[in-house]
Each structure stands twice: as structure tokens, then as C-alpha cells.
């Protein structure tokens, strides 16, 4: 697609080269500008014949010789270069009833304007037209051959991928156990619809894949299609935002009927955010065509019957986005996250992707899991085939340790510029900043449990986290409790710089929550001894999506304005404090967590509390 935007480029610079050199051509055939009264003065001394009178100019010939006295002597000099003969002229006429009566005077041939003017039209306007048309539509062949095209509306790039085998099954999926269990079920629906109906058991209908590209969603989806022996139909929803309002629609709606032919069957959706992104989101105005196109599958979701044997997986990399309508129940109410697999897992990965690759006997897999944190499962398949194309080149029998290195260095530098890729000494700070977080938490009593802290970098935005799940639903918060959330929100700054005596800019979507959360204390909740009891904002909307409202009106007075922002700063302050001496209390058990993290990558609750269980720091 780059490439073609680009062709097309090059044909409108083409045109514009073309006409250029037309016109430019144009001018260098052109007659001399003479002022007419330098041409009543020749013709008078009868220095010019074939005169034609055309609209608005006069043309004709000046015989070259003595010209002396008649013309500017700027004007013969420049005549003179042009070489001798009779020399061409243009004046622009003036109303002068005289002007025939001299013409007829001088004896110079003379007449109106014919096939003259006519040429030039045509070499100025109609030639460029014409060329403009020819490769407009031969522009517009090409896109219509690449996709249906402007003039082929039925024939759109849109396609409905249609695989009776996937020939892909579980086997072929590693690293990413949790996700592939919880669609085990799904092949068993498949499978087994009986079973269910008969119980009146509630088959999902849609699943929606959630992870980051290259993770494996599609090999996942396939493979339940694969497992359950059925028919796997797929699309893509960048592909559905077309460029004519009710061909996605249209789409979408053969791609049900075929689905529920062939049922059981597995219809994929890759990229559901680019067809389901909230409407009215991100764009100005909307898109008339992806609306229609996700109100159409809404509208079949909505419509088919569980029963019919059909299940809908989706992929996305940006669920956040998602229009709340998809993810409603009886839509894509069921949600399976795919990480970027932990050693153990891109092990299992490097595993599946060299089971027909012969390796040499220092290839070492578990040292080649070891150095790619952050790699996806695309990337670990990608890092075999790099390696394995080396030994190939170098006539080798198997893959060497040597050859997974280079492959290795060379595949680094391009996921460095995606910020997939950490540095020993960044991993370093992130298992502190991590550990500080999970610490933190473990030590206040009414902090949600950690169940999960994990370094391995899920994009730009986050290079690690820690995963905290409440106890309990909760309703309302009391302030110690809200004190005790900024405590736990600062622990991974505050761990940064008590370990390495300076802070990284790692901390920052932390420091805006905890100032997002002081500000509410102080704002809506009256929290603040100072301020009182006073609300100065109302709670936003919170929208699912947090879309952007605008900002209200102030309420408040310039002097109060000042007291919340102390106020703020007083709580961040004091929060600050508070974490600083827990770490230092426990600094035996931050170092700790922390070396296990950089050892592990991924610590569970397990794990978490066999590290601290002999210290007791277990909470009550
Ligand atoms: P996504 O759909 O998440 O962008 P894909 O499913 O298209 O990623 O993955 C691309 C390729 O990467 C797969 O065809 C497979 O070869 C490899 N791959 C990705 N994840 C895994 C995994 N967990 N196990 C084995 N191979 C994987
Ligand atoms: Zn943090």
C-alpha cells in the first residue's frame, strides 16, 4: 500500500515535469513583445508583413534590416542574437480604427488569426488535459486491479479468509499456557455442543484476544479451529474501513450467513479495534462507513443464536479503545490476555520453532531465553529463522550458539527503536521500582493483595508492573485507605532513589496518579484539614474510555487555588516519608525481591510469599 501511494506520487510529479516542459517550450518559440507604437512606427516605415490580427494581439514578421532608430536599441541587440531574417513579433493590440487603413497603406500582407492560435490552444490546454487523463486512468486501473478499486465497488480489498484445516493445534502454541486453557473450553463447546445445550449451559458467543502484536492471537485462534476440527473464516478490521458507506456492512453480513453454513465454525476478527473503536473517538466527527460496519456486527452478534454453533474470536492490541457496546454480554463478554511470554515461556517458544531445526551441540536455548526479555513469540520465531539462515549461508549442519548471537544483535537494534528491548542496567532500576511498589503493599494493611509483579516490558508506556487484586468489592474508601493506595503508588519512585541515589523518568505515570488521587482528596472528598469540608470540583464523568471532556470553569478563588496545590504537595510530601521508612526498615527484603525479579522476570503470589514468609512480613 506505501508503495503504491508513492507510485502515484510519482506520476503527478511526472505531469508536472511534462507541462512544465511544454510550456516552457512555448515560451522559447515565442515572438518578440514589441509596444505598439513601435509597431505602428515599423509599418509605417514598412518593416513588416503577414500581419495577423488575432483576439486582443497582433503577430506578424519584421524584416530584419534597418531597424536602426525604429526599435530600442536593447531590443535590436537582443534580435541581433536570435540571428538574422525576418523575426517574429507579438504586440498587444489596442483599439485603433486607423490600424487597417495603415496596414493597407504599408502593403504588408495581412489577415485574422487561423490555425495558428488554434495549435497553440491545443499544446497548452487540451495536451496536459489530456495527459493528466491518461494517467489518471491508468492510476485507477492499477488500484483496481490491487483491490477492486474505485470503479469495481463490489470487488473490495475486504476479504473473508476462508480455512476448512488450520492445520494449527495446542502443540504448536507455547508460552502462553493461561490464554490456551481458557480457550481449551472453547474447543470443547466446539466440540461437544451437546453436552452443554443439554444442561442449558450458555455457550460464549464472542472471545476477544487481548495482547500485544506478535503474541500469538491468531496462532491462538487458529488452533481452536484447529483442535475442534472446524472450519476457521477470518477477516481483518482494518481491512473492513472502506472507502464506500455499506460494502463493510454488506461484508460482514455474508461472512454470518457463510459462517452459520458451515457451522461449527470459528469466525476471526484480527484488529477488532480498528472496526470497533468507540464511536465518536479519536476522530473528529466520526466514520460513517466503520460505524455502519460495526453496527452490522453488532447486529449479528446480536442476532445468531448460540446454539447455531458459531463463535466469534476477536484480536486487539488496544482494547482500552473498544466501543463499550462490543464488549457488552452476549457480545465479546469473554476476555483472554496474552503477555509477552517469561523465560520459561519464550524457552517453551524457542522449543516449538526448532523442532525441525537441527542444532549444534552448543546451541543453548535455555541462554538464548535468557537473553530476550520483552520478545514476543513473532519475534522468538523470527530470531530461529534469522539464525538459522546464517548457518544455512555458512554451509553449516546445525545452528550454533554463534549464529543464534549474531541473529540475536541483529534483531535487538530493531526492537531497541520499539522500546521492546531494556538494557541490564534499565532492568535493574524496573526491579527495584517494581519491588518498591509490591513492598509497599505488602506493608500496608489495607493495600490490595499483589498477585503478580512482572518485568517484562509491554510496550513503550510501561516496562513493568505490579498487579494488584482487591480482596474485596469495594464501595467506599476511607482516607487511611486512600493514603495507604498514594504510599503504594510512591514505593517505586522512592525505592529508585533510596537503591541508586537518583530517580528515572520511569515513574512518571505513578507520580500522575498520585497526584490525581491527593487532588480528589483534597478537591471532592474533603479530606484536607486545611481546606475543610468544601468540594472545588465535581467528579468527572468517568467514561470507560476516558475520553477527553473539557476542563470546567473554575470556582474557586486564587487564594484557595494556592491552598490545594499545598495541600497536594503536602500529602505526596508526607507520603513520600512514610514510603522512604518502610524501605529502609526493610531494605534486606527489597534487595531480595528485587534480585528475584531480575532472576525471574515474573514473580507470582507464590513465590512472593515463599520469599517473605521467613521474615513474617506477611500482614494480618
Ligand atoms: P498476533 O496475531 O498476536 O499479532 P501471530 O499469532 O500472528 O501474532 O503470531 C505470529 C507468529 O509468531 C506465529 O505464526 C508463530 O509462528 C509465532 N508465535 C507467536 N506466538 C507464539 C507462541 N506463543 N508459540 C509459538 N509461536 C508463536
Ligand atoms: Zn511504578
Given at each position: 500500500m506505501e508503495r503504491k501511494h508513492w507510485l502515484s506520487i510519482w506520476y503527478f510529479v511526472a505531469a508536472f515535469v511534462a507541462i512544465t516542459m511544454i510550456q516552457y517550450w512555448?515560451?522559447?518559440?515565442?515572438?518578440?513583445?514589441?509596444?505598439?507604437?513601435?509597431?505602428?512606427?515599423?509599418?509605417?516605415?514598412?518593416?513588416?508583413?503577414?500581419?495577423?490580427?488575432?483576439?486582443?494581439?497582433?503577430?506578424?514578421?519584421?524584416?530584419?534590416?534597418?531597424?536602426?532608430?525604429?526599435?530600442?536599441?536593447?531590443?535590436?541587440?537582443?534580435m541581433k542574437k536570435g540571428g538574422g531574417g525576418d523575426h517574429p513579433f507579438v504586440t498587444v493590440a489596442v483599439n485603433d480604427p486607423e490600424l487597417v487603413a495603415d496596414l493597407e497603406k504599408s502593403g504588408a500582407a495581412f489577415g485574422g488569426v487561423a490555425q495558428n492560435k488554434w495549435l497553440s490552444t491545443i499544446i497548452s490546454w487540451v495536451l496536459p488535459a489530456v495527459i493528466f487523463f491518461?494517467?489518471?486512468?491508468?492510476?485507477?486501473?492499477?488500484?483496481?486491479?490491487?483491490?477492486?478499486?474505485?470503479?469495481?465497488i463490489g470487488k473490495s480489498k475486504a476479504r473473508v479468509y476462508l480455512q476448512k484445516q488450520t492445520g494449527v493445534t495446542f502443540q504448536d502454541v507455547a508460552g502462553i499456557d493461561e490464554a490456551r486453557d481458557e480457550l481449551m473450553e472453547v474447543v470443547d463447546f466446539l466440540k461437544n455442543p451437546e453436552r452443554y445445550r443439554k444442561l442449558g449451559g450458555k455457550i460464549p458467543k464472542g472471545v476477544l484476544i487481548v495482547g500485544a502484536p506478535g503474541t500469538g492471537k491468531t496462532l491462538l485462534a487458529k488452533a481452536v479451529a484447529g483442535e475442534a476440527g472446524v472450519p476457521f473464516l477470518s477477516l481483518s478490521g482494518s481491512e473492513?474501513?472502506?472507502?464506500?458507506?455499506?460494502?463493510?456492512?454488506?461484508?460482514?453480513?455474508?461472512?454470518?450467513?457463510?459462517?452459520?453454513?458451515?457451522?461449527?465454525?470459528?469466525?476471526?476478527?484480527?484488529?477488532?479495534?480498528?472496526?470497533g473503536k468507540a464511536r465518536g473517538f479519536g476522530s473528529m466527527g466520526g466514520h460513517d462507513e466503520r460505524e455502519q460496519t460495526l453496527n452490522q456486527l453488532l447486529v449479528e452478534m446480536d442476532g445468531f443464536d448460540t446454539n447455531s454453533g458459531v463463535i466469534i474470536l476477536a484480536a486487539t492490541n488496544r482494547p482500552e479503545i473498544l466501543?463499550?457496546?462490543?464488549?457488552?454480554?452476549?457480545?465479546?463478554d469473554r476476555h483472554v490476555a496474552i503477555d509477552r511470554p517469561d523465560v520459561k515461556g519464550r524457552l517453551a517458544i524457542l522449543k516449538v520453532h526448532t523442532r525441525d531445526v537441527p542444532l549444534a551441540e552448543d546451541a543453548n536455548l535455555e541462554a538464548v531465553a535468557g537473553r530476550t526479555p520483552g520478545f514476543a513469540g513473532a519475534d522468538l520465531a523470527n530470531l530461529?529463522?534469522?539464525?538459522?539462515?546464517?548457518?544455512?549461508?555458512?554451509?553449516?549442519?546445525?545452528?550454533?550458539?554463534?549464529?543464534?548471537?549474531?541473529?540475536?544483535?541483529?534483531?535487538?537494534?530493531?526492537?531497541?527503536?520499539?522500546?521492546?528491548?531494556?538494557?541490564?542496567?534499565?532492568k535493574e532500576v524496573v526491579a527495584y521500582h517494581e519491588a518498591g511498589h509490591a513492598l509497599v503493599a505488602e506493608c500496608r494493611p489495607s493495600a490490595d493483595r499483589v498477585t503478580k509483579i512482572s518485568i517484562i516490558p509491554r510496550g513503550i508506556a510501561a516496562l513493568g508492573y505490579t498487579q494488584q487484586a482487591p480482596t474485596e468489592d469495594r464501595y467506599l474508601l476511607r482516607k487511611t485507605e486512600l493514603l495507604e493506595r498514594l504510599d503504594v503508588l510512591l514505593g517505586g519512585r522512592v525505592a529508585e532513589e533510596l537503591v541508586f541515589h537518583d530517580v528515572s523518568t520511569g515513574a512518571q505515570d505513578d507520580l500522575q496518579r498520585a497526584t490525581d488521587m491527593a487532588r480528589h482528596m483534597v478537591t471532592q472528598y474533603g479530606m484536607s484539614d486545611a481546606l475543610g469540608l468544601a468540594t472545588y470540583e465535581s467528579p468527572r464523568n468517568q467514561t470507560l474510555l476516558g475520553v477527553q471532556q473539557l476542563p470546567e470553569a473554575r470556582v474557586y478563588s486564587e487564594s484557595t487555588a494556592q491552598g490545594i496545590d499545598a495541600e497536594i504537595n503536602r500529602l505526596l510530601l508526607e507520603a513520600k516519608a512514610r514510603v522512604a521508612a518502610t524501605l529502609n526498615e526493610r531494605r534486606p527484603s527489597l534487595e531480595a525481591l528485587a534480585k528475584l525479579l531480575l532472576e525471574k522476570e515474573v514473580v507470582d503470589r507464590a513465590a512472593l510469599e515463599r520469599l517473605f514468609a521467613p521474615t513474617a512480613m506477611a500482614k494480618s
Amino acid at each position: 500500500m506505501e508503495r503504491k501511494h508513492w507510485l502515484s506520487i510519482w506520476y503527478f510529479v511526472a505531469a508536472f515535469v511534462a507541462i512544465t516542459m511544454i510550456q516552457y517550450w512555448m515560451e522559447a518559440r515565442h515572438s518578440e513583445t514589441i509596444a505598439y507604437s513601435e509597431f505602428k512606427k515599423l509599418l509605417v516605415a514598412k518593416k513588416v508583413h503577414d500581419v495577423s490580427i488575432g483576439d486582443g494581439v497582433i503577430s506578424g514578421k519584421l524584416t530584419a534590416e534597418g531597424l536602426e532608430g525604429l526599435l530600442p536599441a536593447a531590443k535590436l541587440q537582443e534580435m541581433k542574437k536570435g540571428g538574422g531574417g525576418d523575426h517574429p513579433f507579438v504586440t498587444v493590440a489596442v483599439n485603433d480604427p486607423e490600424l487597417v487603413a495603415d496596414l493597407e497603406k504599408s502593403g504588408a500582407a495581412f489577415g485574422g488569426v487561423a490555425q495558428n492560435k488554434w495549435l497553440s490552444t491545443i499544446i497548452s490546454w487540451v495536451l496536459p488535459a489530456v495527459i493528466f487523463f491518461a494517467l489518471w486512468s491508468f492510476f485507477a486501473k492499477r488500484m483496481g486491479q490491487a483491490q477492486g478499486g474505485l470503479l469495481a465497488i463490489g470487488k473490495s480489498k475486504a476479504r473473508v479468509y476462508l480455512q476448512k484445516q488450520t492445520g494449527v493445534t495446542f502443540q504448536d502454541v507455547a508460552g502462553i499456557d493461561e490464554a490456551r486453557d481458557e480457550l481449551m473450553e472453547v474447543v470443547d463447546f466446539l466440540k461437544n455442543p451437546e453436552r452443554y445445550r443439554k444442561l442449558g449451559g450458555k455457550i460464549p458467543k464472542g472471545v476477544l484476544i487481548v495482547g500485544a502484536p506478535g503474541t500469538g492471537k491468531t496462532l491462538l485462534a487458529k488452533a481452536v479451529a484447529g483442535e475442534a476440527g472446524v472450519p476457521f473464516l477470518s477477516l481483518s478490521g482494518s481491512e473492513f474501513v472502506e472507502m464506500f458507506v455499506g460494502v463493510g456492512a454488506a461484508r460482514v453480513r455474508d461472512l454470518f450467513k457463510q459462517a452459520e453454513k458451515m457451522a461449527p465454525s470459528i469466525v476471526f476478527i484480527d484488529e477488532l479495534d480498528a472496526l470497533g473503536k468507540a464511536r465518536g473517538f479519536g476522530s473528529m466527527g466520526g466514520h460513517d462507513e466503520r460505524e455502519q460496519t460495526l453496527n452490522q456486527l453488532l447486529v449479528e452478534m446480536d442476532g445468531f443464536d448460540t446454539n447455531s454453533g458459531v463463535i466469534i474470536l476477536a484480536a486487539t492490541n488496544r482494547p482500552e479503545i473498544l466501543d463499550p457496546a462490543l464488549l457488552r454480554p452476549g457480545r465479546f463478554d469473554r476476555h483472554v490476555a496474552i503477555d509477552r511470554p517469561d523465560v520459561k515461556g519464550r524457552l517453551a517458544i524457542l522449543k516449538v520453532h526448532t523442532r525441525d531445526v537441527p542444532l549444534a551441540e552448543d546451541a543453548n536455548l535455555e541462554a538464548v531465553a535468557g537473553r530476550t526479555p520483552g520478545f514476543a513469540g513473532a519475534d522468538l520465531a523470527n530470531l530461529v529463522n534469522e539464525a538459522t539462515l546464517l548457518a544455512a549461508k555458512k554451509d553449516r549442519p546445525g545452528v550454533t550458539m554463534g549464529d543464534f548471537e549474531a541473529a540475536l544483535d541483529r534483531i535487538v537494534t530493531g526492537l531497541e527503536h520499539k522500546n521492546r528491548v531494556m538494557n541490564p542496567k534499565e532492568k535493574e532500576v524496573v526491579a527495584y521500582h517494581e519491588a518498591g511498589h509490591a513492598l509497599v503493599a505488602e506493608c500496608r494493611p489495607s493495600a490490595d493483595r499483589v498477585t503478580k509483579i512482572s518485568i517484562i516490558p509491554r510496550g513503550i508506556a510501561a516496562l513493568g508492573y505490579t498487579q494488584q487484586a482487591p480482596t474485596e468489592d469495594r464501595y467506599l474508601l476511607r482516607k487511611t485507605e486512600l493514603l495507604e493506595r498514594l504510599d503504594v503508588l510512591l514505593g517505586g519512585r522512592v525505592a529508585e532513589e533510596l537503591v541508586f541515589h537518583d530517580v528515572s523518568t520511569g515513574a512518571q505515570d505513578d507520580l500522575q496518579r498520585a497526584t490525581d488521587m491527593a487532588r480528589h482528596m483534597v478537591t471532592q472528598y474533603g479530606m484536607s484539614d486545611a481546606l475543610g469540608l468544601a468540594t472545588y470540583e465535581s467528579p468527572r464523568n468517568q467514561t470507560l474510555l476516558g475520553v477527553q471532556q473539557l476542563p470546567e470553569a473554575r470556582v474557586y478563588s486564587e487564594s484557595t487555588a494556592q491552598g490545594i496545590d499545598a495541600e497536594i504537595n503536602r500529602l505526596l510530601l508526607e507520603a513520600k516519608a512514610r514510603v522512604a521508612a518502610t524501605l529502609n526498615e526493610r531494605r534486606p527484603s527489597l534487595e531480595a525481591l528485587a534480585k528475584l525479579l531480575l532472576e525471574k522476570e515474573v514473580v507470582d503470589r507464590a513465590a512472593l510469599e515463599r520469599l517473605f514468609a521467613p521474615t513474617a512480613m506477611a500482614k494480618s
